[in-house]
Nanobody
Framework: QAQVVQSGGGSVQAGGSLRLSCDASRPGWKIFCMGWFRQAPGKEREAVAS???????TYDESVKGRFTISRDNEKVTSSLEMNNLRVEDTGTYYCAVSYSYCWARDWPEWGQGTQVTVSS
């Protein structure tokens, strides 16, 4: 059974919006950082955004001003609001969690992946 469960995503035309959600509320987990990654067809996985338990965030330059990451510390959930989507945003999106600070870039647990397709 998956320990990090994703939901949302889907297909949308360019300029539209989608939301991704991640549930990592598992007994005994002490999660400090939650992040989102994506992998386009034929390309390597890349970081999209991350958020620490204190609310601090980081974004890839390609999504700044368009995507917003948030989290609920009590529920241990994270969401990624994606606006003004572009065709190049198409790919499989993954939620990941860390027991350390976001800057440590250590991601031991991953979600199953959610498809996002943006058409022209």
């Amino acid at each position: 059974q998956a320990q990090v469960v994703q939901s949302g995503g889907g297909s949308v035309q360019a300029g539209g919006s989608l939301r991704l959600s991640c549930d990592a509320s598992r007994p005994g987990w002490k999660i400090f950082c939650m992040g989102w990654f994506r992998q386009a067809p034929g390309k390597e996985r890349e970081a999209v955004a991350s958020i620490g338990r204190d609310g601090s965030t980081t974004y890839d330059e390609s999504v700044k001003g368009r995507f917003t990451i948030s989290r609920d510390n009590e529920k241990v959930t994270s969401s990624l609001e994606m606006n003004n989507l572009r065709v190049e945003d198409t790919g499989t999106y993954y939620c990941a969690v860390s027991y350390s600070y976001c800057w440590a870039r250590d991601w031991p647990e991953w979600g199953q992946g959610t498809q996002v397709t943006v058409s022209s």
